[in-house]
């Protein structure tokens, strides 16, 4: 059984009239001027270009987020290159949070609309206690956004959190000239952490 695939287009460096199977298209070339015609997103002049520009690149940062959060923060840094730094909020959801976690929340809001083209990628990550789950990474702002949006806090007994392994796995995670932001109002209970 044949499984279809899913392929951008179809390019040749030599000839323009290769055949094309149906339902797909063909990339264009520049370089054999009778073959130039292509993709809506190939060039600024043709039709729904903006429209089909903005989908390739949404399509694009999905698909990295998905890759993001099955990667290692090593792995993440490797295949991204530093190319920019990232943002990382770091916010104690601890229920001991309830008068504060909405002023947090505004705030990172706030921190993540002043000016996202400035970072390749956003870095959320939670902790509690006893609870530090694995950081949302994404390249797009706005699904850091919605991320923040659902954030609840987590009830616990004491008021001590386990911000040191918070904010060392945040830290694992910075490239070069990364900002951090951390939000807590509690002590830190894993002191031996601080100073790492």
């Known amino acids: 059984r044949r499984v279809r695939g ?24 520049a370089i054999i001027p009778v073959c130039s015609e292509g993709l809506n997103k190939d060039g600024p002049g043709r039709n729904y270009f903006d429209q089909a520009r903005a989908t390739a690149l949404n399509a694009s940062k999905e698909f990295l987020d998905v890759l ?5 923060p090593e792995s993440i840094t490797f295949c991204t290159g530093d190319i920019a730094p990232s943002l990382i909020l770091v916010i104690d ?19 993540l ?34 991320f923040l949006s659902n954030i ?10 386990l911000a040191g392994r918070g904010l060392s796995s945040a830290l694992r995670l910075a ?20 100073g790492q």
């Open 6 to 29: 899913i392929t951008t287009g179809y390019y040749s460096f030599e000839i323009c009239d290769f055949k094309i199977p149906d339902g797909k298209c063909r990339h264009g070339n």
């Open 68 to 72: 993001f959060q099955g990667m290692t």
């Open 93 to 111: 959801t601890s229920d001991s949070m309830s008068e504060e976690i909405q002023i947090v929340l505004a705030e990172c809001r706030s921190i």
């Open 113 to 146: 609309n002043s000016n996202p083209q400035a970072f390749s990628r956003f870095i959320i990550q939670t902790f509690n206690d006893p609870d530090v789950p694995p950081a949302f990474i994404t390249t797009d702002a706005n699904a850091a956004l919605l």
């Open 152 to 161: 609840t806090l987590q009830r616990n007994n004491d008021c001590p959190e």
């Open 175 to 194: 490239s070069p000239g990364s900002i951090i932001y951390f939000f807590s109002d509690g002590d830190w209970k894993d002191v031996a952490l601080y």
